[in-house]
């Protein structure tokens, strides 16, 4: 799944910065690649572990 998402997002990013310094700049499709690349942020992230989670099994292992 990480090796789909990487790729969109940075296909995203490109298409929105082609947008800004296009002559013609279309708000909507810089909305939508903008859109993609919050998605695939929060796909990404929602995998990382928190910082607080080892002191957090360390007070479960406790109780």
Request: glycine share 2%; aromatic share 8%.
């Amino acid at each position: 799944m990480k090796k789909l998402i990487i790729p969109m997002m940075i296909v995203a990013i490109l298409v929105a910065f082609f947008e800004q310094v296009s002559a013609e700049k279309n708000v909507y499709i810089t909305v939508i690649a903008i859109a993609l690349f919050m998605f695939g942020m929060m796909q990404l992230s929602a995998k990382t572990p928190s910082k607080n989670q080892d002191n957090q099994d360390k007070e479960e292992k406790d109780v």
